[in-house]
């Protein structure tokens, strides 16, 4: 994998954001620690998934890895999360 050297970062904002709309009342809120926690949970399921596409891509002999073995992947990886 080429980039395989590179972080995997999210903006601390832009998880906050996405838990909020998530919630239904507009007074709930949302501690710095929730958003650290979330934002890690996100790292690791991304890595997870690159890992599972690179070695399905890898077992149908392919150099790249495209959408369609993500696609493969994603079922299986939803259950483990």
């Known amino acids: 994998m080429a980039n395989a050297g590179n972080e995997i ?3 601390k904002e832009t998880v906050a954001k996405l838990l909020t709309r998530s919630f239904k009342e507009d007074k709930t ?3 710095g620690d929730a958003v ?4 890690e949970m ?3 399921f991304v890595e997870e998934a690159t ?3 690179v070695k ?3 077992s149908e002999d392919c150099d790249t890895v495209d959408i369609e073995h993500f ?3 994603l079922p299986q990886l939803l259950l483990d999360f």
């Open 9 to 11: 970062a999210f903006k």
């Open 29 to 31: 809120k949302v501690s």
């Open 36 to 39: 650290l926690l979330m934002t």
């Open 42 to 44: 996100l790292k690791v």
């Open 51 to 53: 890992r599972r596409a």
């Open 56 to 58: 399905q891509a890898s």
């Open 71 to 73: 696609e493969k992947i």
